[in-house]
């Protein structure tokens, strides 16, 4: 029951990078496209730094996620779905184990 469990909460964990990676991407794309079209502005880099980085990285991540094509919301609900299953099973091996 706990390699069910183990092998939940990894599914959990990569639904729930996709969709943290593509909510940065959407936050920081207008930052990171007025740099892409002038990516010599010294200034701008600077002050938007850590948006243009975390741009980057949320997009390479969420390129290689198998998960990509499915929508934010759909995600958000089949983790649900998935929370659902693990408490289930969390509270199963809890009953199972404490009597």
Known sequence: MLN????????????????KDSNTMKMNKLI????????????????YKAEIISYEKAM??????????????EL???YEEYKNKKDVLMNDYTNKNTG
């Open 4 to 19: 069910r469990i183990k092998d939940i909460e990894k599914v959990m964990s990569e639904f729930y990078t996709t969709i």
């Open 32 to 47: 990171y496209d007025i740099y892409k079209e002038n990516p010599e502005d010294k200034d701008f880099y600077s002050e």
């Open 60 to 73: 390479i991540a969420f390129e290689k996620s198998k998960y990509k094509k499915i929508s934010v919301r």
């Open 76 to 78: 958000s609900n089949i």
